[in-house]
DNA sequence: TAGATTGTTAATCGATTAACAATC
DNA sequence: TAGATTGTTAATCGATTAACAATC
């Protein structure tokens, strides 16, 4: 079985060899994609042999061998489908930002509560009402939702989502969903982030002050 | 030293707890508060014992201590300010959807290359150029930056922060950004997860499928 | 050959979880 | 007391990394 952690290293190993290669270069060592994808030689030799990448100890390996085997891993016979439950501001956004940028998924249908976003074409995207959800996977085959609806809203939509027969999910709204354990759930919390980042902005910048602060002294009990 | 995880999960308890009380409950246990945020009861008491928050066998934890304490430990004496690159769709997005969210982090600054969308106020957040970045970060104290421009450029705007004092950063821009060791960096790439999560959502389709077909086979070599 | 890298194993590291005496 | 939870340690688990013989 393959971990996460790994499947994340394999999709940024094949965007970064598609910026590189293959017109610049044919072949790449496993420490030079290691330090692009900040990671260890051996991991990226360790992933590659797990995807059944062979290379030569003198010319490492072939940048095309491994772009192709890595989408030929990650991506299906057809493409994939997927929808968005929220047409706000961050909606619109991941319309317009991320929907030409993985070739072989496709933002499929996009899904409001309010009847004045709906049945219109937003950045290239058919939108319906939400009650047709359901109805809409399961006619188009979408296999994917992306949540963009507030926090008060995004367990109800996501449990229409998995009785949809969608199998995996991106939750951009700041709760914990709980989906069943065939689902795959990826819970982008925003506002998580920032304060994590914040706090560790603020360790640093403490780092350079004296030591007998408020801070420090609470921390050492 | 406590870990990034731990201060993940210390974020969200915060969150958790003010959702539920204090004014429906004012007692918890570890394994309720451990259910709600998607974890284990022992992680939750060993999480509290770091913080020096104690609970009593009888009645667990005392709601507004955990909440209190957190945000003793989380939050500095002075509010904290961000400053966010890139006014696209999804820096838009942003100020509108966080920008209210975090009590503690303000969103001070936006800055765009474009001159035609500086110089205004957008969703409560003055617009500038981004040659007047590092004076303005200085002269307001600005430690936190959102990167919300294009993957192009995303690198010479983590740079720039860097250079003009920023210790933390969001990128949400799809590219891997170096940074000097001191700076706190959260990468959020959309694209990577939306292709993680459409990797796993075929697999579990292709798990109710017959056994033999080109995907098992691959993977079994 | 000499020098570097691959494929792979073993060692290390850190985080999670099970377990249990002490406590209410 | 009996039953449940806390505080804390030890065991487990998994991921990362160091190391090295085989290879080019």
Redesign the interface.
Known sequence: MIS?KT??RI??YR??LKEVGPEHRTHIFSHQLAE???CNAAQVRRDLMLL?IAGSPAKGYLIGDIIGDIS???D??AE?R?SLCGI???G???L???VK??P??KLAAAFDRNPAKTNQTLFGCRTYPVDRFSEIVKKRGI??G?ITVPAESAQQIADMMTTSG?????NFA?T?LKVPS?????Q?D?????????????Q??E?QRPMQN??SI??M?
């Not at 065939?182 to 990826?186: A, D, K, N, P, S």
């Not at 925003?190 to 603020?202: D, G, I, Q, S, T």
């Open positions: 996460e499947i994340e999709i940024r965007r970064i692009m994808a900040h059944g030929g891993f990650l299906g016979e994939q997927a706000g501001n961050l619109r956004a991941i317009a930002y991320f940028s993985s072989n998924i296999s994917i992306i969608i199998k995996g999910i991106i700041p914990l065939w689902v795959c759930i990826e982008l925003v506002n998580m982030y920032l304060e994590k980042v914040a706090y560790f902005a603020r640093s910048n780092k408020k801070r609470r921390r009990r």
